[in-house]
T-cell receptor, first 114, second 112 residues
């Protein structure tokens, strides 16, 4: 089975721009979660989608949004980028989410905001 | 809210020794706890899950313990190898309205 695929791997944007990141989960996984990872804050939960519905949301501003498609693929969008948004954005999929099933992470998208 | 601490930011040990990493948590009584490994530039990889009614879990050279009284999990790597060098993260299951909460991680370096 193919693992979780995230595109692009690297991205450089300018303050004020917006960006869209993409995630393809493992086949058959219905839950997709997004995390932001920075050296200072570690892994911070952004949101989780299950069957095209946002099921959980972390403490991030409304500039961060996401969606999930009927094939479970997910995208996250960050609008009006700030320097502090520079981070590794990780997507993780699991069979059902919210249970004791482990998360399967992609290798992330490294976003740099200049 | 949940808080997770891992014993140290970095840990250096000699090859062949046992590495012991600590995960402490507060304000929570999780039914289980997970450990992940993360290599530079890559996403975390799931290693082990231990439930509250399991005192110990083993997988090859890995051993995890879970003490719900102390609110602590210990992660051991026996006969450590340089290839074990990575950051190790513990994670608690979803709390209401949230998703997995990860500790800050411990960066393990196994020196040859």
């Amino acid at each position: 089975k193919a693992g979780v695929t995230q595109t692009p791997r690297y991205l450089i944007k300018t303050r004020g721009q917006q960006v869209t990141l993409s995630c393809s989960p493992i086949s058959g996984h219905r839950s997709v979660s997004w995390y932001q990872q920075t050296p200072g804050q570690g892994l911070q939960f952004l949101f989780e989608y299950f069957s095209e519905t946002q099921r959980n949301k972390g403490n991030f501003p409304g500039r961060f949004s996401g969606r999930q498609f009927s094939n479970s693929r997910s995208e996250m969008n960050v609008s009006t980028l700030e320097l502090g948004d520079s981070a590794l954005y990780l997507c993780a999929s699991s069979l059902e989410g919210g249970s004791n099933s482990p998360l399967h992470f992609g290798n992330g998208t490294r976003l740099t905001v200049t | 809210s949940q808080k997770i601490e891992q014993n140290s930011e970095a840990l250096n040990i000699q090859e062949g020794k046992t590495a012991t990493l600590t995960c402490n948590y507060t304000n929570y009584s999780p039914a289980y706890l997970q450990w992940y490994r993360q290599d530079p530039g890559r996403g975390p990889v799931f290693l082990l899950l231990i439930r509250e009614n399991e005192k110990e879990k083993r997988k090859e050279r890995l051993k995890v313990t879970f003490d719900t009284t102390l609110k602590q999990s210990l992660f051991h790597i026996t006969a450590s190898q340089p290839a074990d060098s990575a950051t190790y993260l513990c994670a608690l299951p979803p709390d209401y309205g949230q998703n997995f909460v990860f500790g800050p991680g411990t960066r393990l370096s196994v020196l040859p």
